[in-house]
């Protein structure tokens, strides 16, 4: 409703109907109780946001004051009491590796769904075919995880890693025994899980171009590829870079999956030195470890303390895919 | 330049691309069919009664059930729905009809902001709220937890469908001389019913199957429920322990408890996702 004729009816109705019907004054009470209902619905979420910082880093508070800087730069990893010492660097290399994988090869296939949906596919299986897409989206994380346990760990292990271990091994990032629980096993089940947003978004932006945009590359005599990469997909291009960075924000913060096919190393071999190596991401570490920290030690502290450092990323990438995308939706590409 | 031959290479990449695209759509589909099929044929011969009807065996012996964790996910969709879906509904009032300020823009992005973060991060937050300050892990605090990931969907959906209602209705009801608060609760939301039932059903579809944010609240556990400030067990958190478990009949169970799972979020997903179909005449993107 416009701001202008909201305030038209409450004049109305205090002015006119009230008098008129005579209706009792509790009913005033009433819409402002109820507005006040509502705004504190609202406010909530401010509520929860402000906490959700404060909170975090109150519970990390213990680990930065010992460790200061150096809870970031630092390669150990040692709960046993009177040797406590941590240090987060391995794992946030681990988040940025196999966040890496997963857009390099999410992102491809995911413009190839959305360019397929939204450009080529005829309209008779598009609406089933998205369907199945978003469908992705639905799995639980964890039955990813089961999933690539018992089943995509093979595949990577048997077609990706024991060819490269084989032909190109002696190259330090494809050294390693192939078992299949790696980093690239940890990346590449990211890359799917981050196929249904990426494309998903990137089909709404690409459908929300102006046909004359095509229309103007065709008079060209542009063939319909170079129609789509001329007129759509450079006309939508800052639409597709909030997708993208919608789905970092994804796999940055993805836990239950990556877990369970990661690996999990701690300390200095978590460092993401080989693909084929077992590696950590900060979201594992916390999973992993979340249930058997001693509460009396710093160990929940710093795993909180590594939480804190995901709550940053996840928050500077979420507002920056936000704005991105709130500015393609103000210039009216989107919706 | 334009010679026959460039035209050529021009069709042929066009040919190319267009067949990639088809490409990735088979690669992206892969992994759906391999989940769904592998979840039947392997769950399939772990489900029987007592499976569904008695909690874990002793570990490292074949028996036992997932009855308790199928409880434990009950009890917590309905508790977060408790809390959840009161405040996401009068939220997305606000942001609807009274919205159109500083204050509704700050909410509507941060609940964007919310709804893309992390679940571990919330599971975390709740822990040093709730989790440290009762000094137990319990289904409070998974409902907390829960409600906080609930919150953004069923605000986003609430607002689109309030907002589909015609003005034609609220002014209908205002020159009526009802109230602004009548109108909208006894004639804008219901009109609005079927869209916000079905956002409450996609916000339970994704909190059913969430595991990490349920490690630091409710823990789990071998037994049925008790009070709500004992831990619980999740269907989720079942499956990841019996998948970390060294057993062949572990493995089973975990598959029996995915097929479960998936059995719950894709069919409340897919009803829900229809219904909105049904109601809006196109699924609301979440």
Same mark, same amino acid.
Do not use: R
């Given at each position: 409703m416009e701001k202008g004729d909201k305030e038209g009816d409450t004049n109305l109705s205090e002015v006119g109907a009230t008098r008129l019907l005579?209706? $009792?004054?509790?009913s005033l009470k009433g819409d402002t109780l109820f507005l006040a209902l509502t705004i504190a619905a609202a406010t909530s979420i401010i509520v929860i946001m402000a906490l959700l910082i404060i909170k975090i880093y109150e519970g990390a508070a213990p680990v930065f004051n010992r460790f200061g800087f150096s809870f970031l730069t630092s390669l150990e990893w040692n709960p046993v009491e009177g040797m406590e010492a941590y240090g987060a660097l391995p794992y946030l290399l681990g988040t940025l590796t196999t966040s890496a994988i997963a857009l390099i090869v999410g992102v491809p296939i995911s413009l190839g769904v959305a360019i397929f949906l939204a450009e080529i596919a005829p309209s008779s299986i598009r609406a089933p075919l998205s369907y199945v897409i978003e469908l992705l989206a639905a799995v639980p994380s964890v039955i990813y995880g089961l999933w690539g346990v018992f089943v995509f760990r093979f595949w990577v292990r048997d077609l990706i890693e024991v060819p490269l271990s084989t032909y190109l091994g002696f190259i330090p990032i494809f050294s390693g025994t192939p078992y299949g629980l790696s980093v690239l096993t940890g990346g590449l089940i990211l890359a799917i899980m981050i196929i249904p947003t990426v494309s998903a978004v990137c089909r709404e932006v690409l459908l929300a171009v102006p046909s004359t945009q095509r229309e103007a590359a065709y008079s060209l005599g542009a063939t319909r590829w170079e129609a789509i990469r001329i007129g759509v997909l450079s006309y939508a291009r800052a639409g597709i870079v909030g997708a993208i960075i919608l789905g970092l924000g994804r796999a940055v913060g993805e836990t239950m999956a990556v877990t369970m096919v990661i690996g999990n190393a701690v300390g $200095? /071999? /978590? &460092? $993401?030195?080989? &693909?084929?190596k077992a590696g950590q991401t900060m979201a594992s570490l916390i999973a992993n470890e979340f249930n058997e920290a001693d509460p009396v030690s710093l160990h929940p502290s710093a795993l909180i303390g590594v939480g804190f450092i995901l709550l940053i990323s996840a928050l500077i990438i979420n507002v920056a895919a936000q704005l991105l995308i709130y500015r393609v939706r103000a210039k009216g590409v989107v919706e | 330049m334009w010679s026959e031959t460039n035209y050529k290479i021009r069709k042929f990449k066009e040919r190319l691309i267009l067949a990639l695209t088809v490409v990735a759509v088979i690669l992206a589909i892969i992994p759906l069919l391999s989940i769904l099929i592998e979840v039947v044929i392997r769950g399939l011969p772990a489900i029987s009664i007592e499976f569904l009807t008695s909690p874990p065996g002793i570990i490292g012996q074949p028996g036992g059930g997932i009855a308790n964790a199928i409880q434990g996910t009950f009890i917590l969709i309905g508790l977060s729905s408790l809390i959840g879906v009161p405040i996401g509904v009068l939220a997305g009032i606000y942001l609807a009809e009274f919205g159109n300020n500083p204050l509704g823009r700050v909410v509507r992005f941060l609940s964007d902001v919310l709804m893309q973060m992390p679940s571990i991060v919330i599971g975390i937050f709740v822990y040093v709220l709730v989790v440290l300050a009762l000094g137990r892990f319990s289904p409070i605090a998974g409902a907390i937890a829960l409600s906080i990931i609930m919150l953004p969907i069923v605000i986003k959906t609430t607002e689109e469908s309030v907002r589909l209602v015609p003005n034609l209705l609220r002014e209908g009801a205002l020159a009526l001389g009802l109230r602004r608060w009548r109108v909208i609760l006894s004639i804008v939301v219901p009109a609005a019913k079927s869209g916000v039932v079905t956002g409450v059903m996609l916000a339970i579809s994704r909190i059913a199957g969430e595991t990490a944010p349920l490690i630091m !609240?409710?823990?789990? #556990?071998?037994?049925?429920? !008790? #009070?709500?400030f004992e831990p619980i067990d999740a269907l989720p958190l079942r499956i990841w322990r019996l998948a970390l478990l060294p057993y062949e009949y572990a493995h089973q169970q975990g598959w029996g408890a995915a097929l479960v799972l998936i059995a719950i979020v894709l069919t409340l997903n897919v009803v829900a996702k229809t219904l909105t179909k049904i109601s809006f005449g196109r699924r609301v993107k979440i």
């Open positions: 005579h209706l $009792p004054s509790i $200095p /071999a /978590a &460092l $993401p030195t080989s &693909l084929l | !609240t409710v823990l789990g #556990s071998q037994w049925f429920f !008790t #009070s709500l």
